[in-house]
């Protein structure tokens, strides 16, 4: 299992779940209308739950009905990442360094 990020993260795209993350699973490319948490990177430990600010973050299972097609709608998200892509979480351009 693994958390999604889910609708109300659309048009936001706040940073405080990529500042707590712990292991670098969140990614959003600028052009991204939201941010992704790579399932096989994630260790569920839900800091991006607690910290995110419009409540997009949930526990797979805990997903509400209206939004579980943002379970697919991640797991084509980093089906389509090339192999060097999935090497690097991504940062808007206001958060690289």
């Known amino acids: 299992m693994t958390y999604v990020i889910t609708e109300p993260c659309i048009g936001v ?3 405080s ?3 707590v993350c712990p292991v670098d699973c969140i990614y959003g490319k600028d052009e991204d209308e939201q941010l992704y948490i790579d399932a096989e990177k994630c260790i569920d430990c839900a ?3 607690v910290a ?3 409540t ?3 526990f797979e299972d ?3 009905e209206q939004w579980r097609h943002y379970i697919e709608k991640q797991r084509l998200y980093f089906e389509n990442l090339s192999e060097e892509e999935r ?3 991504f940062r ?3 958060q690289r360094a």
């Open 13 to 15: 795209k706040d940073m």
């Open 17 to 19: 779940c990529i500042d």
């Open 47 to 49: 800091a991006c739950e």
């Open 52 to 54: 995110c600010p419009v």
């Open 56 to 58: 997009a973050i949930y």
């Open 62 to 64: 805990d997903v509400p």
């Open 87 to 89: 090497q690097h979480a």
């Open 92 to 94: 808007p351009r206001s």
